[in-house]
């Protein structure tokens, strides 16, 4: 275990049900947080400075009830490079029948090293933005940079799915990509997607089934597609990424965009059983193109108290930060190390234990094994996280 956990876990005292945990920023073990037996996730403080990425390195910081992650998101160099000595996936142009647009569509998919039917992968969808197509993220060898992940321990193997968000019997690129048209395309893929290539993918590769063993995430129209999916089909996708996401997900006057949602439904459910594990949403500071709308996003979700990850890195709307975004991403989901033991496991069972409420792992719970879920628990898994 990390010491950066070690030093959550100490700050945490039986009975402060209280606790948030803030990570405006934080380049952190994220199986620590993305626990087994609860799906809290981070949440961005409104009383927090916004933190924008930097080269130098940021230390933890603790407030009396919040514990902030100061560490910053920045990649390593040559993070998206091939590396000798590392095996990486292999990526293959694939078609499939669309129902929803009655054609057959293209994506691609790229299989990680040593794809083996034996195994079963969860696997991440990965959008392309609005003037682009199945191909638009082999622009940044997406291949090198989840296969340095994993080669370095740090993001489990996956499948990972390139298609095609333009759903529609002519899904070439238009001439004008902002067209009405274009952008309902867009929003038809959540049909596309659900009825024809989810099945299809489960269909012909060796697939984890489940949604904490799905992703989505994208750039730009994708990104917007993305929180519009992942929040529409909370019960597929329990990881959601969004790299400079477009307008439209809410109402725009000044576009006149209707929105995908109002403010108050881009929420989770009050007790829903299919919260998320992981909400991402990073930007460029210099982002000409989509503004202010992914702060917009983010904004929303601090009003209907949605836990997420919220980051600014220096770049405009293009894949400097659409490739750090994916990198962050990647290694942050699938419940990497898949530890039971960790801060919000901690926290889940401090919540159910005081206040009677919440989803645990009873099994797990009980971790003395005297047949009860009590106080005697929360104190044994404390000291099993700081002694691991």
Same mark, same amino acid.
């Given at each position: 275990?990390?010491?950066? =956990?070690?030093?959550?876990?100490?700050?945490?005292?039986?009975?402060?049900?209280?606790?948030?945990?803030?990570?405006?920023?934080?380049?952190?073990?994220?199986?620590?947080?993305?626990?087994?037996?609860?799906?809290?996730?981070?949440?961005?403080?409104? &009383?927090?400075?916004?933190?924008?990425? #930097?080269? /130098?390195?940021?230390?933890?910081?603790?407030?009396?009830?919040?514990?902030?992650?100061?560490?910053?998101?920045?990649?390593?160099?040559?993070?998206?490079?091939?590396?000798?000595?590392?095996?990486?996936?292999?990526?293959?142009?694939?078609?499939?029948?669309?129902?929803?647009?009655?054609?057959?569509? #293209?994506?691609?998919?790229?299989?990680?090293?040593?794809?083996?039917?034996?195994?079963?992968?969860?696997?991440?969808?990965?959008?392309?933005?609005?003037?682009?197509?199945?191909?638009?993220? $082999?622009?940044?060898?997406?291949?090198?940079?989840?296969?340095? =992940?994993?080669? /370095?321990?740090?993001?489990?193997?996956?499948?990972?799915?390139?298609?095609?968000?333009?759903?529609?019997?002519?899904?070439?690129?238009?001439?004008?990509?902002?067209?009405?048209?274009?952008?309902?395309?867009?929003?038809?893929?959540?049909?596309?997607?659900?009825?024809?290539?989810?099945?299809?993918?489960?269909?012909?590769?060796?697939?984890?089934?489940?949604?904490?063993?799905?992703?989505?995430?994208?750039?730009?129209?994708?990104?917007?597609?993305?929180?519009?999916?992942?929040?529409?089909? =909370?019960?597929?996708?329990?990881?959601?990424?969004?790299?400079?996401?477009?307008?439209?997900?809410?109402?725009?006057?000044?576009?006149?965009?209707?929105?995908?949602?109002?403010? /108050?439904?881009?929420?989770?459910?009050? &007790?829903?059983?299919?919260?998320?594990?992981?909400?991402?949403?990073?930007?460029?500071?210099?982002?000409?193109?989509?503004?202010?709308?992914?702060?917009?996003?983010?904004?929303?979700?601090? /009003?209907? #108290?949605? &836990?997420?990850?919220?980051?600014?890195?220096?770049?405009?709307?293009?894949?400097?930060?659409?490739?750090?975004?994916?990198?962050?991403?990647?290694?942050?989901?699938?419940?990497?190390?898949?530890?039971?033991?960790?801060?919000?496991?901690?926290?889940?069972?401090?919540?159910?234990?005081?206040?009677?409420?919440?989803?645990?792992?009873?099994?797990?719970?009980?971790?003395?094994?005297?047949?009860?879920? &009590?106080?005697?628990? $929360? $104190?044994?898994?404390?000291?099993?996280?700081?002694?691991?």
């Amino acid at each position: 275990m990390s010491k950066k =956990l070690k030093m959550i876990v100490s700050k945490i005292v039986v009975g402060s049900i209280a606790m948030s945990v803030c990570y405006l920023a934080g380049n952190y073990n994220v199986n620590a947080f993305a626990a087994t037996t609860s799906t809290v996730t981070t949440f961005a403080d409104t &009383n927090a400075p916004e933190i924008n990425v #930097k080269d /130098e390195g940021q230390k933890l910081q603790f407030t009396e009830n919040k514990v902030q992650a100061m560490d910053d998101y920045k990649v390593p160099y040559g993070f998206d490079t091939n590396k000798p000595n590392v095996k990486y996936g292999t990526l293959k142009e694939v078609s499939y029948y669309s129902k929803t647009t009655g054609t057959k569509r #293209k994506c691609n998919v790229l299989l990680p090293a040593n794809y083996s039917t034996q195994k079963k992968y969860p696997v991440l969808y990965l959008l392309h933005g609005i003037g682009g197509t199945h191909s638009e993220w $082999l622009n940044v060898n997406p291949a090198a940079i989840i296969g340095n =992940l994993v080669a /370095e321990g740090k993001a489990s193997d996956m499948i990972v799915v390139m298609p095609n968000v333009r759903a529609a019997a002519n899904d070439s690129v238009p001439q004008n990509i902002l067209s009405q048209e274009n952008r309902n395309a867009f929003d038809n893929f959540i049909n596309d997607l659900s009825n024809d290539l989810m099945p299809f993918i489960n269909s012909n590769y060796s697939v984890k089934q489940g949604r904490e063993n799905t992703a989505i995430a994208g750039l730009s129209m994708g990104g917007r597609e993305s929180l519009f999916i992942g929040f529409k089909k =909370l019960d597929k996708f329990a990881y959601i990424g969004a790299f400079s996401p477009a307008p439209g997900l809410l109402p725009d006057s000044a576009l006149n965009y209707p929105g995908q949602f109002t403010k /108050e439904q881009f929420t989770i459910p009050k &007790n829903s059983i299919n919260t998320p594990k992981v909400i991402m949403i990073c930007t460029g500071n210099n982002d000409g193109v989509v503004g202010n709308i992914p702060n917009t996003y983010h904004q929303t979700l601090i /009003e209907n #108290k949605v &836990n997420h990850i919220w980051y600014t890195t220096d770049g405009g709307h293009d894949f400097t930060v659409w490739k750090h975004g994916l990198y962050n991403f990647a290694k942050s989901i699938f419940n990497h190390g898949n530890s039971k033991t960790d801060a919000l496991d901690y926290i889940a069972l401090q919540k159910y234990i005081l206040e009677g409420t919440g989803n645990i792992n009873k099994a797990n719970a009980d971790v003395n094994k005297d047949g009860r879920i &009590n106080t005697a628990d $929360l $104190l044994a898994l404390r000291k099993m996280i700081l002694e691991s």
